[in-house]
C-alpha cells in the first residue's frame, strides 16, 4: 500500500479484491479499480442493443419523446427512466430498440440490454441477480469479483456505472420489483422500460415517466400492410387495405403477421373476406412456425397474470362491444360499484382494457375477440343472461 501511495507502483486488480475483502466494501474498491484501470473492455464498451426493426413505421411522435426527455433530463440532471407502457403487440421492445440505435452514439460507455421475460409463454421472468451478473460481465467484470448477495451485486453496479454515460434498456419488464434494483444512481446513465403493465411503484419511488403505446395511426396501419405488397396498393385496393388495417386492430403484430400472409396470397381482398368473421380472427394471426408470434398467445399470457376478478369483468367485457362503465359492469357481474371498478382499473393497469373520457372501459378489437372466446369457453355468456333477465324481471 505504501508503494502505491508513492507511486513506485500502480495498483492492480488484485489489489482491489483484497482491500475489498478485508475493508467489507461489498464491490465499491474492484469497481472503481475495473472504471480506472485500461482494459479491453473499457476500449470496447458493450452494446447489447439487439437488431433494429427495419420493418418499423410510424412512432416518430414516441421516438421524439424520447430525444426530448432526454434531453431534459441531461438539463436537469436529473436521470432519465421512461416506461414504454401498453398492450401485446403494440411495438414497445421495437420502438425502445429503434431509439437505441438512433442514440447509440450519445452512450460512448454501452448500451445494455435484458429481455426480461416478464410476459414470456415459455420460461418465468429474470430474477434481478441473473440480469446484473450478466451486466457485471459485460461491463468487465471478472466472475469471481462479481457478489454473492442481490444487494450487493446492484451496490457494485451503481457503482461501475457512475460518472459512465450509459443506457439500460430493461425489456418486458414484470413489474416494478423486478427492475428496481437493475436502475444505476449517476445521472449520466439512461433507463429505458418496456412492460404491459402501468410500473406505478416505478413511478412513485424513482419519477419513472410513462410513455403510453396505443394502435397505430390507421395511415400507418396501411402503410404496414403494403410494406410487405409487391408495390403500393392501387386505389381499386386502398378501402380493401383499410378494411384490413381495421380488421387487425391497428396492432402492428397483428398487421405484420397479416402482411405475411398477403405476401404469400397476393390478394388483399381475400385476406379480408377471411379475416371478417371475429370467432375465426385470431386462428389466421399466428404463425404455425414459431409459436409465440401470436395475437391468441401473446394475450393469453396476459390474461394469465389478471386475478379472478379482473379476469371475469375481461370476459364481460367480450360480451359487450360498446365497453362497460363501473355501474353497468356491477348490474352485469352482480358486484357492487365499487368491487367492479377495481376489476377494470386493473384491466387497464395492464392495458387490456382502455377507460375513455366518459368512464366506459373499452377492448380494442382483438382483445375483444380473445375476450368473448373466453366468455363462451367458460360460460360467462350465459351468466351475463341469467343476471340480465332476472333485473328485467
Not at 513506485?8 to 486488480?13: A, D, E, F, I, K
Not at 426493426?53 to 436537469?76: C, N, P, V
Not at 446492484?154 to 427492475?179: E, H, K, P, W, Y
Not at 370476459?315 to 371498478?341: C, H
Request: aromatic share 4%; glycine share 6%; net charge negative.
Amino acid at each position: 500500500m505504501s508503494r502505491v501511495e508513492n507511486g513506485l507502483v500502480s495498483p492492480t486488480l488484485q489489489m482491489a479484491r483484497l482491500c475489498d475483502r478485508q475493508l467489507s466494501t461489498d464491490g465499491e474498491l474492484v469497481a472503481l479499480a475495473h472504471s480506472l484501470l485500461e482494459s479491453p473492455q473499457r476500449a470496447l464498451p458493450p452494446v447489447q442493443v439487439p437488431r433494429d426493426t427495419e420493418g418499423l413505421i410510424g412512432r416518430e411522435r414516441e421516438l421524439q419523446f424520447l430525444d426530448h426527455y432526454l434531453d431534459k433530463s441531461r438539463k436537469d440532471s436529473t436521470g432519465m427512466l421512461v416506461n414504454i407502457e401498453g398492450n401485446v403487440g403494440l411495438g414497445k421492445t421495437a420502438t425502445a430498440v429503434r431509439w437505441a440505435h438512433r442514440r447509440a452514439e450519445f452512450f460512448e460507455d454501452g448500451i445494455l440490454f435484458a429481455d426480461m421475460q416478464g410476459y414470456s409463454n415459455q420460461v418465468e421472468p429474470l430474477a434481478a441477480e441473473g440480469v446484473l451478473e450478466d451486466f457485471l460481465t459485460a461491463l468487465g467484470v471478472e466472475a469471481v469479483d462479481i457478489p454473492a448477495s442481490l444487494s450487493q451485486r446492484a451496490a457494485f453496479f451503481r457503482t461501475l456505472t457512475a460518472r459512465r454515460r450509459i443506457l439500460i434498456v430493461l425489456d418486458n419488464a414484470a413489474g416494478s420489483l423486478q427492475v428496481q434494483p437493475l436502475l444505476p444512481s449517476w445521472h449520466s446513465c439512461a433507463v429505458v422500460v418496456t412492460s404491459r403493465r402501468r410500473l406505478t411503484a416505478l413511478a412513485v419511488r424513482n419519477k419513472a415517466v410513462p410513455l403510453p403505446l396505443g394502435p397505430l395511426a390507421a395511415h400507418d396501419a396501411v402503410d404496414v400492410l403494403a410494406s410487405f405488397a409487391d408495390d403500393t396498393c392501387g386505389s381499386s385496393e386502398a378501402a380493401a387495405y383499410r378494411v384490413l388495417a381495421g380488421q387487425c386492430g391497428y396492432v402492428p403484430l397483428a398487421l405484420r403477421i397479416a402482411g405475411i400472409r398477403l405476401a404469400a396470397s397476393g390478394r388483399v381482398q381475400d385476406l379480408v373476406r377471411d379475416l371478417t368473421d371475429p370467432a375465426t380472427r385470431l386462428d389466421l394471426l399466428s404463425d404455425a412456425e414459431d409459436p409465440t408470434l401470436s395475437v391468441r398467445a401473446a394475450l393469453e399470457r396476459s390474461y394469465c397474470e389478471l386475478d379472478g376478478p379482473a379476469a371475469r369483468m375481461f370476459r364481460l367485457l367480450g360480451l359487450t362491444r360498446p365497453g362497460l362503465t363501473a355501474p353497468a359492469a356491477a348490474a352485469l357481474s352482480d358486484w357492487s360499484v365499487s368491487r367492479s371498478q377495481r376489476a377494470l382499473e386493473n384491466l387497464a393497469d395492464i392495458h387490456l382494457a382502455h377507460q375513455d373520457g366518459d368512464g366506459r372501459y373499452t377492448l380494442d378489437e382483438l382483445s375483444l375477440a380473445f375476450a368473448a372466446e373466453k366468455a363462451a369457453a367458460d360460460g360467462t355468456e350465459e351468466a351475463c343472461m341469467a343476471v340480465l333477465e332476472r333485473l328485467a324481471a
